[in-house]
């Protein structure tokens, strides 16, 4: 038997390598994360309490995951960031009380031009993906067009509990303020509430982005960003994905999503999918290809009450990843519909269970 060691001295980590015969490789790391003991036997994590150290074991590893990286696939580059996260990761308190274990400055590149990234060693919601965006497209802030369509991925941050507690009680109950959608459509309006018409004010930056491309496709300044410091505070949460830019070349659109916080478990898988999904709709009205989506986070950061589930989700092989198919011509983005796009080939393993912080 050969070992290999890894010290973290970032959070007391230590990692070891272990190498048996006729056997895969079995990683098992201590992480200095909280007041009690972790341990992962057999996949199982409980609960010990033993000098406040603490202890993530990442056992029986899938074979596909030897030696950490299996160039084949791309959705090796997120659960490898994951395991870098586990490995060299600073442990850091966090606005929800949660804490949190974070590298800073990380990137992924997906390929958009034979299949979608939506990943698949877990069950990504694509109707949410979907409809989400749509309703950013639409200029939209009220969450609860979204729970109508049985969507809750908005409910939490705009609940009446939740807007009186962060200074927003002059608010509507699902009233998110001006985010997302609201910054792409109406950049630099004054925001009044969700059921105000905004109608030719302010700067619409995704119309602004697909003139661009259409017109001026060299023009290194088409760029979308949802974050405005001057309504950071009328909104219930700050933007996370802050800055999209495109980039055309050879009849393809690219783009890069520069964001500020990337919660691993459960914000960037749907992060990744949402705007490679805007590339193709984006790249479809203007006539071009799709291309590349390449996505930069900042803190990029594993929620420690996402541990256990995480430390699954690193150990399943990946599968192919589905192809988009858009239905129908269409010239106007805000035509689309969720039937308009048929997504072919996913099988991704079981979903996994991901409690929500209540703020990032």
């Not at 010239?331 to 048929?342: G, N, P, R, S, Y």
């Amino acid at each position: 038997m050969e070992m290999f060691s890894l010290r973290n001295n970032n959070i007391d980590t230590e990692i070891h390598i272990i190498k048996k015969e006729k056997a895969p490789f079995s990683i098992v790391g201590k992480m200095d994360i909280s007041d009690n003991k972790i341990t992962d036997d057999n996949r199982n994590i409980k609960e010990k309490n033993r000098n406040n150290i603490n202890t993530i074991t990442l056992k029986n590893m899938d074979r596909s995951m030897q030696n950490g990286i299996d160039e084949a696939h791309e959705e090796y580059q997120y659960l490898n960031i994951i395991k870098d996260i586990f490995h060299r990761g600073a442990k850091r308190g966090d606005r929800t009380g949660v804490g949190t274990i974070s590298l800073f400055g990380t990137q992924m590149r997906f390929n958009l031009r034979d299949s979608f990234p939506l990943l698949t060693t877990k069950r990504v919601f694509w109707r949410a993906v979907v409809e989400e965006l749509l309703w950013f497209i639409r200029g939209s802030t009220n969450s609860k067009e979204l729970s109508h369509k049985n969507i809750h991925i908005w409910n939490a941050n705009s609940t009446r509990q939740f807007l009186d507690d962060n200074g927003l009680s002059h608010r509507e109950e699902g009233d998110l303020g001006p985010i997302y959608g609201f910054q792409w459509r109406h950049f630099g309006a004054k925001y009044v509430d969700m059921n105000t018409d905004y109608k030719n004010q302010g700067v619409d930056q995704l119309l602004n982005v697909i003139h661009k491309i259409k017109t001026n496709p060299n023009d290194r300044r088409i760029i979308m960003s949802s974050w405005n410091p001057t309504d950071l505070h009328e909104m219930a949460l700050p933007p996370c994905h802050c800055l999209a830019q495109f980039y055309v070349c050879n009849g393809e659109l690219s783009c890069l999503l520069y964001q500020r916080a990337g919660d691993m478990g459960l914000g960037v898988p749907f992060n990744i999918a949402s705007y490679a999904l805007l590339t193709y709709m984006i790249a479809h009205v203007t006539d071009l290809k799709p291309g590349e989506f390449i996505h930069s986070l900042g803190d990029t950061h594993v929620y420690l009450s996402h541990i256990d589930a995480l430390q699954e989700q690193i150990q399943r092989r990946p599968r192919q990843f589905p192809t988009l198919k858009i239905k129908r011509k269409i010239d106007d983005i805000e035509k689309f519909t969720f039937e308009d796009l048929e997504l072919v080939g996913y099988h991704p393993h079981p979903k996994s269970e991901f409690p929500m912080p209540m703020a990032i």
